[in-house]
């Protein structure tokens, strides 16, 4: 029952159009005789009325993660958020060419070292630059700009 609903969910049409689409990556220890770590991939959407969503996961590779997403629908995404892997813009680019994209370094990974405090330069920090502005502006960090 499990894997027919997240099967049906993974699945699921999306929207046409997405204001941000963020794509962030993670390793999870995954048991196949011996532990390894491997890759997954997330993408998570902002819709033009502010609702979030998860759009989807792959342990594959970005560029079948965005081709997933256009075959489930999406046609217009404004702008792409990620880190800065590589081959990442150019997949977007490829299958998105009209979507702006910007590279958001507290996205990459970081972890506070022992006594270490969070600072300006931590993660989380500097958001507001990609912050979309009333008067259609794009933030700093915005590639395209």
């Known amino acids: 029952m499990v ?33 390894a770590k491997e890759p997954v991939y997330i993408a998570f959407g902002i819709k033009p009325d502010g609702r979030r ?3 989807g996961s792959d342990a594959g590779n970005w560029e079948e993660v965005l081709k997933d997403l256009r075959r ?16 990442l813009e150019e997949a977007i680019r490829k299958i998105f060419p009209d979507a ?6 507290p996205l990459c990974a970081h972890r506070l070292e022992p006594g270490e405090e969070e600072g300006p330069g931590s993660p989380g920090r500097g958001l507001e630059s990609f912050v979309p502005r009333g008067d259609g502006r794009r933030g700093e960090g915005s590639v395209g700009a």
Do not use: H, M, N
């Open 100 to 105: 702006d994209w910007a590279f958001f370094p």
């Open 3 to 35: 894997k027919e609903e997240v099967r049906a969910r993974r699945g699921r049409p999306l929207e046409e159009e997405y204001y941000a689409i963020f794509l962030d990556g993670t390793f999870l220890s995954i048991r196949r005789g011996k532990t």
């Open 53 to 55: 969503e998860v759009l």
């Open 72 to 87: 489930r629908g999406v046609k217009t995404v404004r702008i792409f958020v990620t880190d800065d892997l590589p081959g």
